[in-house]
């Protein structure tokens, strides 16, 4: 048995980050090395493989100064269940933590202090943390940014997202490195030939996490501009006010008949493979997960061209399928995907596949 490597996230709802800590802790395993996923909390809308060790250190404080006294508290926490971990199987040769709320926590362990740890960053942060915010606000976030990532190993998922880390976040690294997403190509082929409950309909097809940031305002004004003979399918979760908030939107645009909320799929490559075309409507995405598994699925791809790794992604003839940040020019490049979508090739994902981004992280021990 290889190295022990150990990967640390705030829980595992079903996000675009989860999912790709998950495939890696996967692909390390299969090739020989120990590996433990520690989650801080108990949500997981994920099978997680047998050959992967889960550990869940869980807050279940509920008593006064509870966001006061939360990082230490949880970092305390972990700190025990580390040290258990460690006399078990030894120290890891590698420790990936992952997300924001985890690094903070992270950043507090007396356990990880002098460990070989990276700090993985998924997103573009300063449009999903400082992007509202101004004056004294913004630069009170961007210390507190700072002070967890000033002079760490940090790995982040596109280029455009280390760029903006050190430009506007201002954060020297002790190293910087980008290292794409992994996405198993063979096996991404394999569970899109599963049964689609949706097969029988005409759609466009929209997957994200229910958030401000990935502006489905922006995506049902599009669709209604559109006017395409097909509807529209939304499927992801989140909070119960931006639900709500899309809910009514639907209504408003009178799209009742024409948009369905799917929820969160465990399995989404069979609704991803029918679709006419796959549709992004951010401000901001570290890499944009969903953009490469609908090359592999060989399905048209659409996003407005924001802040992070979309260009990464979507260059040549795809460049053509990048909209502006209005409603008006993604509506155009919908209908440019339905009417006139472009001929995907293998090359346009080759650089994603698991096995170089695994190399990578092998690299990094």
């Known amino acids: 048995m290889k190295e022990h490597i150990l990967f640390i996230i705030d829980g595992l709802p079903g996000g675009g980050a989860e999912n790709v800590t998950i495939r890696l802790c996967h692909g390390l395993s299969q090739r020989g090395y120990q590996v433990t996923l520690l989650s801080l909390a108990e949500k997981c809308d994920y ?12 807050d279940s404080y509920h008593g006064l100064f509870y966001r006061q006294t939360e990082l230490k508290r949880r970092a305390n926490s972990m700190d025990k269940t580390l040290q258990a ?9 590698l420790i990936v933590s992952n997300l924001h709320k985890t690094d903070r926590i992270v950043a507090l362990s007396k ?14 942060f300063s449009q999903s943390y400082l992007g509202n915010k101004k004056g004294f606000s913004r ?29 506007n976040i201002k954060i020297v690294p002790n190293q910087l490195k980008t290292i794409y997403n992994p996405f198993d190509i063979q096996e991404i082929r394999t569970l899109a030939s599963e049964n689609n409950p949706y097969q029988k309909q005409d759609y466009l097809l929209h997957i994200g996490r229910f958030h401000q940031v990935k502006r489905h305002d922006r995506l049902l004004e599009a669709f ?15 909070s119960s006010e931006v639900t709500s908030n899309i809910k009514n939107k ?10 369905s909320l799917i929820g969160f799929l ?22 944009g997960n969903v953009l490469v598994e609908s090359l592999i699925c060989n399905t048209p791809i659409v996003s407005t061209n924001c802040l992070g790794g979309i260009s990464e992604i979507m260059e040549g003839e795809l460049a053509g399928y990048k909209s502006e940040l ?20 293998p090359n346009m994902y080759q650089k994603f596949d698991i096995d170089e981004v695994i190399r990578q992280y092998i690299s990094l021990i």
């Open 47 to 58: 099978a997680i493989p047998a050959d992967i060790e889960l550990l869940i250190d869980a």
């Open 139 to 167: 630069w009170l976030k961007q210390k507190k940014i700072q002070k967890v990532y000033q002079g760490k190993n940090i790995i982040t998922v596109s280029n455009a997202a280390g760029q903006d880390l050190i430009e």
């Open 250 to 259: 639907i209504v408003a645009l009178n799209l009742e008949n024409k948009v």
């Open 85 to 93: 971990l460690f006399a078990r199987k030894g120290i890891p040769a």
């Open 111 to 124: 356990q990880l202090a002098d460990k070989n740890i990276w700090y993985c960053i998924h997103g573009i």
């Open 224 to 238: 209604a501009l559109a006017d395409l003979p097909c509807k529209l399918l939304i499927a992801g979760q989140g």
């Open 266 to 287: 465990a399995n989404p490559f069979p609704v991803i493979k029918d679709a006419k075309a796959v549709v992004l409507s951010s401000d901001s995405e570290g890499l």
């Open 326 to 345: 209005n409603s008006a020019s993604l509506a155009e490049k919908m209908r440019l995907a339905y009417f006139n979508p472009p001929k995907i090739t």
